[in-house]
T-cell receptor, first 114, second 114 residues
Framework: ETGVTQTPRHLVMGMTNKKSLKCEQH?????MYWYKQSAKKPLELMFV???????ENNSVPSRFSPECPNSSHLFLHLHTLQPEDSALYLC?????????????FGPGTRLTVT | AQSVTQLDSHVSVSEGTPVLLRCNYS??????LFWYVQHPNKGLQLLLK??????LVKGINGFEAEFKKSETSFHLTKPSAHMSDAAEYFC????????????FGKGTRLHILP
């Protein structure tokens, strides 16, 4: 679990706030991912980055803005969120995309939007 | 198109008895298949993966899974449940191509009865 770290672990924000989630991987991987995990719903893949380039955006609202300055760091910038955005946000990394590479997950950030 | 179905949302077994968590998949290509475990307030941890080698895959903590192409199944088993196995388990299918999609099942919560 220490291979992928996420900060903060818990975040409470109002709908007009701006905040950022941070993810760092210490595994030398090339691909990084953001997932949203809501109660009673399957894990939702939000964004995928490979070698700092975004390769996938699964119709995520623009109030979520990812940033990947290098292969080790991934951010999720949040602004004007809605209460339904409250969830556990998980970051993951993998050696590369596709062909059987498993993902390593961080512990998540529990986000509450009030 | 790919999909994955975890047939039970909750499974309860007594400590020391066998565990069976069921997963069926559909994929137009030979898939890679994974099982992950998530303990409360933690990220997901890889239990095991199938990527086209042996159809019986052994993972951590005594878990194993068998890839059965004819039944399109990848069920997770353990001979003897331990209290520490109580968690949520996710079956994942990943198309074995570079432009892959990662599909998570809805999860099965495993309860261990003393």
């Amino acid at each position: 679990e220490t291979g992928v770290t996420q900060t903060p672990r818990h975040l409470v924000m109002g709908m007009t706030n701006k905040k950022s989630l941070k993810c760092e991987q210490h595994l030398g991987h090339n691909a990084m991912y953001w997932y949203k995990q809501s109660a009673k719903k399957p894990l939702e893949l939000m964004f995928v980055y490979n070698f700092k380039e975004q390769t996938e955006n699964n119709s995520v609202p623009s109030r979520f803005s990812p940033e990947c300055p290098n292969s080790s760091h991934l951010f999720l910038h949040l602004h004007t969120l809605q209460p339904e955005d409250s969830a556990l946000y998980l970051c993951a990394s993998s050696q590369d995309l596709g062909t059987g590479y498993e993902q390593y997950f961080g512990p998540g950030t529990r986000l509450t939007v009030t | 198109a790919q999909s994955v179905t975890q047939l039970d949302s909750h499974v309860s077994v007594s400590e020391g008895t066998p565990v069976l968590l069921r997963c069926n998949y559909s994929s137009s290509y030979s898939p890679s298949l994974f099982w992950y475990v998530q303990h409360p307030n933690k990220g997901l941890q890889l239990l095991l993966k199938y990527t086209s080698a042996a159809t019986l895959v052994k993972g951590i903590n005594g878990f194993e899974a068998e890839f059965k192409k004819s039944e399109t199944s990848f069920h997770l088993t353990k001979p003897s449940a331990h209290m520490s196995d109580a968690a949520e388990y996710f079956c994942v299918v990943r198309k074995r191509r570079r432009d892959d999609k990662i599909i998570f099942g809805k999860g099965t919560r495993l309860h261990i009865l003393p």
